[in-house]
């Protein structure tokens, strides 16, 4: 059961981070207004899984 639950929150830091990178990326302007994200492309810029 810990196991599981320090699984939880390990994926929670993980979308955590890749959120704030991604605000991160349109405030800075590298991800423009209008852009199309396109989820493989996010995946890779961000390393993380689809």
Do not use: F
């Amino acid at each position: 059961m810990a196991k599981l639950a320090s699984l939880k929150a390990q994926t929670r830091l993980l979308d955590r981070r890749a959120a704030d990178q991604i605000r991160t990326h349109i405030l800075d302007g590298i991800l423009p207004a209008g852009q199309r994200l396109l989820e493989t492309k996010l995946s890779a810029d961000l390393e993380v899984s689809r």
